[in-house]
């Protein structure tokens, strides 16, 4: 008897990326998920799935705030966070799990008004460090996320 071959419809190809964005991450040191390097909607929203807890829906707010902020935004996960930036101006946004909070990078943040508040050992870099219970002021949180995206942003 001969074995059978699997065969892929030509339609739905599955590239070697796509498999490591859907598999199950790992949760890192402060719950933080450890997601593959790559570009693209999937992978933030991949990375947003596996935050725990609490923090998936800070995710989401987030995610959702700077999307409708920033219709173009280009989106990857990079170090194991997600990196929101524009086409040839670099990323302005990040953010990242920790055990009691998930903090959000801006990457040009001194420049902001106001400046958000958590103060960084890198010159421009400011930080938002969001708590469970938290309610997060979307109206300041947007502007910051406005005035970021229009700023030379950082390049790795």
């Known amino acids: 008897m001969a074995a059978k071959k699997s065969v892929r ?3 739905s190809p ?3 990326s796509a498999k ?3 598999a199950k991450p790992k949760l890192l040191a402060g719950g933080n998920p450890q997601i593959a390097k790559a570009e693209g909607d999937a992978a933030v929203q991949a990375y947003i799935a596996a935050m725990p807890g609490w923090k998936r829906d800070v995710g989401r707010l987030l995610d959702g705030l700077i999307e409708r902020a920033v219709p173009k ?4 996960v990079k170090w194991n966070s997600p990196f929101y ?5 670099g990323w302005f946004v990040s953010f990242h799990c920790f055990t009691r909070y998930a903090k959000v990078t801006f990457f040009r ?3 902001l ?4 508040p958590g103060e960084s050992k890198h010159k421009e870099v400011r930080y938002l460090d969001v708590h469970e219970h938290e309610k997060l002021d979307q109206k300041v949180v947007t502007g910051w996320i406005r005035q970021a995206s229009k700023l ?3 390049i790795p």
């Open 9 to 11: 419809s030509p339609k």
């Open 113 to 116: 008004r106001p400046h958000p």
């Open 152 to 154: 030379p942003g950082w």
């Open 73 to 76: 935004v280009r989106k990857a």
């Open 20 to 22: 490591r964005v859907s």
């Open 109 to 111: 943040g001194t420049a």
């Open 14 to 16: 599955t590239p070697a």
């Open 85 to 89: 930036g524009v086409e040839d101006q």
